[in-house]
């Protein structure tokens, strides 16, 4: 068990909808970031946020959005969701500092299937 | 930008035998972290070993070893005496301190260890 916590663990829903997932980083950790993994692109950073603060953006979609409270937990929306959206979306945090050189421990991640 | 490189997609290897799971890197940045995931069939990604790129010796976790050669740009997984528990998707990445992309990840390598 990693420490960082997501739910839910299995979302089932149509196109166009908009869900929610959500992490809970481990601990003390004050980073927290989002990667989506799919057969086609593996896996793919999409934002990272440090201590509520977006700090890095890579392949994220318009159609994603991100956010970290002040309890340091995230979420992670998407909406007008396709069938490509279909993938396992994971978070991670890593210890109290915010460079990409330190280790991210993942949590079980949240399987999405847009039908 | 950075990249990862895992060539052998698939390796089926007796259980109890020593395991070497490719990895070479690209980067233009001097000041980078390598690491190492084992993901099960259930999915959950799991951190196994990190290597610094200033890091003089090879980095050692239990079962797990890091051959890190740093002119070749290679940064090997050993895993010694093979179990079947072993048996799993292994991912490389590398994370850039100077960077904002999270961490890059390969394609992998599926591991079946067969007793």
């Known amino acids: 068990d990693s420490g960082v916590t997501q739910t839910p663990k299995h979302l089932i829903t149509a196109t166009g909808q908009r869900v929610t997932l959500r992490c809970s980083p481990r601990s003390g950790d004050l980073s927290v970031y989002w990667y989506q993994q799919s057969l086609d692109q593996g896996l793919q950073f999409l934002i990272q946020?440090?201590?509520?603060?977006?700090?890095a953006k890579g392949n994220i979609l318009e159609r994603f959005s991100a956010q970290q409270f002040p309890d340091l937990h995230s979420e992670l929306n998407l909406s007008s969701l396709e069938l490509g959206d279909s993938a396992l979306y994971f978070c991670?945090?890593?210890?109290?500092?915010?460079?990409?050189?330190?280790?991210?421990?993942f949590g079980p991640g949240t399987r999405l299937t847009v039908l | 930008a950075q990249k990862i490189t895992q060539t052998q997609p698939g390796m089926f290897v007796q259980e109890k035998e020593a395991v070497t799971l490719d990895c070479t890197y690209d980067?233009?940045?001097?000041?980078?972290?390598l690491f190492w995931y084992k993901q099960p069939s259930s999915g959950e990604m799991i951190f196994l070993i990190y290597q610094g790129s200033y890091d003089q010796q090879n980095a050692t976790e239990g079962r797990y070893s890091l051959n890190f050669q740093k002119a070749r740009k290679s940064a090997n997984l050993v895993i010694s005496a093979s179990q079947l528990g072993d048996s799993a998707m292994y991912f490389c990445a590398m994370g850039l301190e100077g960077g904002a992309d999270g961490l890059t990840f390969g394609k992998g390598t599926h591991l079946i260890i067969q007793p």
């Open positions: 991670a945090s890593s210890v109290k500092t915010n460079l990409p050189t330190d280790t991210q421990y």
């Open positions: 946020y440090y201590n509520g603060e977006e700090r």
């Open positions: 980067t233009s940045d001097p000041s980078y972290g």
